[in-house]
């Protein structure tokens, strides 16, 4: 007999969250990370499912900005929220995430990129190397002390082969005595699996 309870892949409020693929991991770090009156940003919204985790962590005094150039997205994001009347906490901008730094005040405690496309939309819609660069490069501007940059990146694709490796390079090649940046993949799938990166501020955070 397992030890472990038989959950359900998507459920991350028990304590045994099954961790299959990057997007369970990335979760668990927010989990840690997130404190009730954070200010974050979701720089893909997609179907909602990162931004209501953030809106949750965040609590009643904290705020999340949700990005996508899809209307699609926005409204799915929409409907996620208000499913569970958290709406009052996230503003929904219906702008390319290369804009942060004109549509987002510093300090943000963390930053998600879940790279792609929506599921169900037309891939042709997808996040490309050159804009998620010039996000990625904002978002350093934008994070506060011990903040965290998440991304999930899907290289077994056309085009997000190319994005996952030019993201990786430039990650990799930050000053480690600024950030502390990780690379989080499952090792026994195929080697082209979505895998993780996260890059935190090396400034110690203020503990009061
Ligand atoms: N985080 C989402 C979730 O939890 O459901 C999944 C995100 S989905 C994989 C990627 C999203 O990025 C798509 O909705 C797409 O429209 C959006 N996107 C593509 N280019 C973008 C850009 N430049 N700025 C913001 N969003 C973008």
């Not at 804009?131 to 002390?145: G, H, K, N, R, V």
Request: hydrophobic share 45%; glycine share 8%; aromatic share 6%.
């Amino acid at each position: 007999m397992s030890l472990l309870p038989c959950l359900p892949m998507s459920d991350q409020r028990s304590p045994y969250p099954a961790l299959r693929g990057p997007v369970p991991l990335s979760h668990l770090l927010l989990r840690r990370f997130i404190q009730p009156g954070n200010r974050v940003a979701d720089a893909t919204c997609g179907n909602g499912k990162d931004t209501l985790l953030l809106a949750e962590l965040v609590g009643e005094t904290g705020h999340v900005c949700a990005f996508d150039i899809q209307q699609e997205a926005l409204d799915r994001t929409a409907q996620r929220l208000a499913e569970q009347n958290l709406q009052q906490r996230v503003s929904l901008l219906h702008a390319g995430h290369e804009r942060l730094l004109e549509l987002v005040e510093p300090p943000l405690h963390a930053i998600v990129f879940n790279l792609g496309w929506l599921p169900g939309a037309p891939r042709e819609i997808a996040t490309c190397t050159a804009t998620t660069l010039t996000a990625l490069e904002a978002s350093l501007q934008l994070l506060a002390p011990a903040g965290l940059v998440l991304i999930t990146c899907y290289p077994g694709h056309a085009g997000g082969d190319q994005e996952a490796a030019a993201v990786q390079e430039w990650a990799a090649a930050l000053s480690s005595r600024s950030y502390f940046v990780w690379r989080m993949g499952q090792l026994n799938v195929s080697s082209d699996a979505p895998f993780c990166l996260l890059i935190q501020d090396g400034r110690p955070a203020d503990a009061s």
